[in-house]
């Protein structure tokens, strides 16, 4: 052994033992912090320690506050000064080793894998903290993940929370988001794949987004995700386990890095964790990828090997090869030991359409799927509860033409709501005060209302689609239930950009905002509800008095063929059959009056080159 390096490691030991021993003991003010060599999800900016209990030095220094220490005690010296150490401290550690196999008791239902409690209380040591200035680092249990994740109650709202953040990088230039299935390689198990080719996360943006609350996103007005907890909310709704790859194009004279974080449920529950810890790696770019360590190399050693111990990918070439995915820049998320059911079936489905991803249970319905075959522009409203395809191509007001979304292989059609509306209205709604005067001149949302074009086959088919930012909040959102048909078939699409959205983006927060908007769109639906039932009394009336004007104007016409020339009784039949095609054409077609006009000069046509 080096004895130089050996008095090196023993001064830097001594100092972290003081720096410990005063934040511990509350001694010795003015101690610096302790340099965190464990990544936890409040942390933004240090590698991980992987297992919790091998990686940091400062871990495994346990000094009490201000006394002594019972046995025998080492004595080194550092910079001069003689320091008392702990017995064993100069000794070699051994090396942690990580568990591969979870825990039998792992329950793979989403709903029950909230009840991990950790360690009993009286076998764990009180773990050390780091601290800023004299304030204790909060921990973050693993239970929080989970309970986090419970404000997601429908599993394709978190899928959509991915997309939002790859339509989002738009601004850094994606062209687009793929949605596919994947297969673990060790345990031949289906993953969720969702990537995209925006700008990437360079190493401290990587943290950021598997810190909790942090959102840069919220300084920027356009952007759709505001709150900072989207990702880790979607991603452990959906499994019990994310990899993330992410290569950042270095731009302002940055080299260029890639990273890989992994924040696994699996890991910290089988390995009884009772902080969260999220081991990441980076990679710089020089003359090809090198390591870049945040600490020491043995801390990002220990990382890898947690990573290819509780990853789908068993070594640092098979991690690295998903980077050949990305090509120049991007971001590659893998969500693997995917939620079941109460049955052990996978809730996301991969095989009713195999380029689609669909739900099992109750947000699907098979009268529903066979209704929307028959009628297609009432297909969204039928379907987007089960079918990620249906629910992605209404989920944005406004997709960018050179974005794609593509889902298993096949792109995703974008559409608006607007083009299955027959007999549109457009109303502008402004929040007013209770003086009535405006409340802000920008609080405004342009409402398109109409009827379905299916609705007369008296498909039960209505409520408003409300979008904030672009982004659909509420679909098909019923606010006026009528105790007969009222307001059957009356669909609406509006963007309410001045009501705050909830932070699973599937309802607005309970405001009076809120509560004026839901009034007034009750009182727009029965406005031209009520307008269009006159309307459509009016044209029924009309509509039958023309087609008698016809039917008459027909028959009288063939009588007066049939007394001044003998016609046949074949003749007769087809006259009879060319009238009931007029009244079947009459009865199709929503503009009855031209359709009417134009067959009468068509009679006048035939009479005419008839001889009579």
């Given at each position: 052994m080096n004895p130089r390096a050996v008095k090196t490691e023993t001064a830097a030991a001594a100092e972290r033992l003081r720096s410990t021993a005063s934040v511990a003991g509350g001694g010795g003010g003015g101690a610096r912090p302790v340099e965190e060599d464990l990544i936890e999800l409040s942390s933004s900016d240090s590698d991980s320690d992987g297992e919790g209990g091998g990686g940091g030095s400062w871990k495994r220094l346990r000094v009490a506050g201000g006394g002594g220490s019972a046995g025998k005690r080492a004595r080194v010296s550092a910079a001069g000064e003689s320091v008392d150490v702990p017995p064993g401290f100069l000794d070699p550690l051994p090396q942690a080793v990580a568990s591969a196999a979870p825990a039998k008791s792992v329950t793979k239902q989403f709903w029950k894998a909230g009840d991990y409690d950790g360690k009993p209380f009286g076998d764990v040591a009180p773990a050390p903290h780091s601290s800023v200035s004299g304030f204790d680092h909060v921990r973050v249990h693993p239970k929080f993940l989970h309970s986090n994740a419970t404000s997601h109650k429908w599993a394709l709202g978190a899928l959509a929370e991915l997309l939002d953040n790859s339509l989002d990088e738009v601004a850094n230039g994606a062209t687009y988001v793929n949605i596919d299935m994947l297969e673990n390689n060790k345990d031949k198990t289906r993953m969720l794949l969702v990537e995209d080719d925006g700008g990437g996360m360079d190493p401290d943006?990587?943290?950021?987004?598997?810190?909790?609350?942090?959102?840069?996103?919220?300084?920027?007005?356009?952007?759709?995700g505001q709150y900072g907890n989207g990702f880790k909310t979607s991603t452990m709704r959906l499994g019990a386990d994310v990899l993330v790859f992410s290569r950042s194009g270095g731009q302002g004279g940055k080299r260029l890095t890639q990273s890989i974080g992994m924040l696994s449920y699996t890991f910290l529950r089988s390995t009884n964790k009772e902080d969260t810890v999220v081991p990441m790696i980076d990679y710089e770019h020089e003359q090809g990828w090198i390591r870049k360590p945040r600490s020491t190399f043995a801390d990002w050693n220990t990382s890898l090997q947690t990573i290819t111990t509780w990853s789908p990918y068993s070594t640092e070439a098979e991690l690295l090869e998903q980077f050949n995915f990305i090509k120049e820049h991007g971001t590659r998320v893998v969500i693997y030991n995917l939620w079941e059911d109460d049955e052990g079936h996978l809730e996301l489905d991969f095989d009713t359409d195999v380029h689609d991803i669909q739900l099992r249970g109750g947000n699907r319905d098979e009268k529903n799927i066979q209704m929307a075959k028959q009628f297609p522009n009432s297909k969204h409203f039928l379907t987007y509860r089960h079918s990620l395809r249906s629910y992605a191509s209404i989920l944005y007001l406004r997709v960018p033409s050179y974005f794609q979304m593509i889902l298993r292989g096949k792109e995703i059609e974008h559409h608006n709501i607007v083009n299955d509306m027959m007999l549109k209205k457009e109303v502008t709604y402004k929040p007013v005060a209770p003086n009535g005067v405006p409340k802000d001149p920008n609080m405004v949302a342009d409402v398109t209302i109409g009827f379905v074009k299916d609705a007369k086959h008296h498909v039960d088919v209505q409520g408003f689609n409300v979008y904030h930012q672009n982004r659909l909040i509420k679909p098909f959102w019923r606010v006026w239930t009528a105790a007969g048909s009222g307001g059957r078939g009356v669909i609406g699409v509006l963007e309410a950009n001045f009501i705050e959205p909830a932070h699973d983006k599937q309802d607005f927060e309970r405001t009076t905002l809120l509560a004026r908007l839901e009034a007034r769109l009750v009182q727009m639906q029965k406005d031209y509800w009520s307008v269009s039932l006159s309307f459509s009394f009016?044209?029924?009336?009309?509509?039958?008095?023309?087609?008698?004007?016809v039917v008459g104007y027909r028959l009288s016409y063939l009588a007066l063929v049939s007394i001044s020339v003998p016609i046949s009784g074949q003749e007769m039949l087809i006259e009879l059959d060319m009238l009931g095609h007029v009244l079947a054409k009459v009865m199709k077609q929503e503009d009855a009056s031209s359709t009417i006009q134009d067959l009468l000069e068509q009679l006048n046509a035939a009479r005419k080159g008839r001889k009579v």
């Open positions: 943006k990587m943290r950021q987004c598997m810190s909790l609350g942090y959102s840069a996103k919220s300084k920027v007005a356009s952007t759709i009016f044209t029924f009336v009309a509509t039958w008095y023309n087609i008698s004007f």
